[in-house]
């Protein structure tokens, strides 16, 4: 139990990588705050299954790109739990198309969530997170390749990382802030419209000549919020199996 005692608020938390965060973070003796934006079954359905195997989880609807819903995420957990102790920055949206063929509503999506909603967390997290915290931002590996229609997605992960790094000498009061950079990783979400001669490609990319599992992102999450990895901070952990 690395995490007894200790909040977690997981934004993106209902479906994907973020839901099998939130599994094992409430299996490791957090209590959960699954944050969405519009899938009130899936979260609903997340909470449910942290409950029935003896965990303790809570479902906050909040819109991370929209700083008086991020407020309000955080009113809500504190009176919940009466604290934050970690922050799973992990909400995010992909839109992938060359960088020609983007809309303006392409590019405002995608730094509004990406971005705007890890500034809007940040910025409550720096005087309501609790002292000696962890803080974790959902970076991606993209940001180190130059794969052809993720330009937008890889500038608004890039601009992830700096923000980590330079938030993570400002903070102080003992908080640690990370990025988590994953590879490639087999959510219905990203499986979504691609064929399997592509996904072979991609397995093949790494070291273990497969995709990701979700699992395999959730237990670097589970090291970064526990206090073993205190010493790590400012850092982008890639997290993808020798891709890069």
């Given amino acids: 139990m690395k995490l007894k005692d200790k909040v977690i608020l997981v934004t993106g938390a209902s479906r994907g990588i973020g839901q099998e965060i939130a599994f094992l973070l409430a299996e490791n003796g957090a209590k959960v705050v699954v944050n969405h934006s519009n899938s009130d079954k899936d979260a609903a359905a997340t909470v449910a299954k942290i409950e029935q195997n003896g965990g303790n989880a809570i479902a906050i609807k909040a819109d991370v790109s929209d700083r008086n819903q991020v407020t309000e995420l955080f009113d809500q957990a504190i009176k919940a739990f009466g604290k934050i102790d970690v922050l799973v920055n992990n909400a995010g949206v992909m839109i992938s198309k060359k960088l020609k063929d983007n809309t303006q509503d392409d590019f405002t999506k995608q730094f509004d969530v990406n971005v705007r909603g890890i500034f809007n967390t940040l910025q409550e997290a720096d005087s309501r997170l609790a002292d000696n915290g962890n803080i974790i931002n959902f970076s991606s590996s993209t940001v180190k390749l130059m794969f052809p229609t993720y330009s937008l997605y890889s500038a608004s992960k890039a ?12 903070i102080g009061r003992g908080i640690s802030v990370n990025a988590l950079a994953p590879g490639a990783t087999e959510t219905e979400l990203f499986l979504k419209g691609k064929s399997q001669e592509f ?25 970064l919020a526990s206090d073993d990895s205190k010493w790590i901070s400012g850092q982008t952990i890639g997290a993808n199996g020798a891709l890069i």
């Fill in 159 to 170: 601009a992830v990382e700096q923000m980590t790094r330079v938030f993570s000498k400002e």
């Fill in 199 to 223: 996904i072979d490609k991609l397995s093949a990319m790494n070291a273990f000549d497969r995709l990701a599992k979700p699992i395999d992102i959730a237990r670097i999450v589970l090291f």
